[in-house]
């Protein structure tokens, strides 16, 4: 599997902005999607925002209007700009990796990301 690189997130008060960031190996020419999955301790994990390299970005009811999703052309990066942060979003965000055929799927470590005054 290849290794996923993560950064960005950390604190912001509310109405802030934060950005996160995710790269696979820009080789690996099986991944048709990146992007955001966010999970509270003693709740499921739920999608925040994705990333199709051929159909564009879909977003999670609660972020709409304030998240954006984006792809780096040519490369298997995507970033995410947190926009209007609020308290809710607080969460570990993990990049996704969709792969197609026989490819397993590939998840990062997650990245906190607290909304808070």
């Known amino acids: 599997q290849d290794q996923l690189v993560e950064s960005g997130g950390g604190w912001a008060r509310p109405g802030g902005s934060l950005r996160l960031s995710c790269s696979a190996s820009?080789?690996?020419?099986?991944?048709?999607?990146m992007g955001w999955y966010r999970q509270v301790t003693g709740k499921p994990r739920e999608p925040v925002a994705l990333?199709?390299?051929?159909?564009?970005?879909n977003y999670g009811d609660p972020v709409i209007g304030r998240f954006k999703i984006s792809r780096i052309n040519g490369e298997n990066t995507v970033n995410l700009q947190m926009n209007r942060l609020k308290p809710e979003d607080t969460a570990v965000y993990y990049c996704k990796v969709a792969r197609r055929g026989p490819q397993d799927d590939l998840w990062g470590r997650g990245i906190q990301v607290t909304v808070s005054s």
């Open positions: 990333f199709t390299y051929t159909g564009g970005a």
């Open positions: 820009k080789s690996d020419s099986s991944i048709y999607a």
